[in-house]
């Protein structure tokens, strides 16, 4: 099985950053792809952006060009820098990750979420 754990949300204002960080446990073979998706009350879950092992990261269209996935394969840590931020961007955000965890068990394991509110 797969745990992640995230840490970094808070508050902050409009115009500032934040920082997330995850960190992969337990006991797995191959983490195909971690990344990070947000959920906004009352609405689905959101890709906010994800990294493929070996492979360049993809980004959610509302967060283009203010956020930056960098991916640590070696520690199984992935982390989301956030700047410009927005009123909009508040939400529960989730570690996300597509990994095989044994010879016949591969799936998308999540988070618990953390919560990122942007205020003035």
């Known amino acids: 099985q797969v745990q992640l754990v995230e840490s970094g949300g808070g508050s902050v204002q409009p115009g500032g950053s934040l920082r997330l960080s995850c960190a992969a446990s337990?006991?797995?073979?191959?983490?195909?792809?971690m990344g990070w998706y947000r959920q906004k009350p009352g609405k689905q879950r959101e890709l906010v952006g994800i990294?493929?092992?070996?492979?360049?990261?993809t980004y959610g269209d509302s967060v283009k060009g203010r956020c930056t996935i960098s991916r640590d394969n070696d520690k199984n840590t992935v982390d989301l820098q956030m700047d410009a931020l927005k009123p909009e961007d508040t939400a529960v955000y989730y570690c996300?990750?597509?990994?095989?965890?044994?010879?016949?068990?591969?799936?998308?394991?999540w988070g618990q979420g953390t919560q990122v509110t942007v205020s003035s």
């Open positions: 996300n990750a597509f990994a095989q965890a044994s010879s016949t068990l591969t799936g998308t394991y």
């Open positions: 337990g006991s797995f073979v191959n983490m195909y792809a």
């Open positions: 990294a493929t092992k070996g492979g360049s990261p």
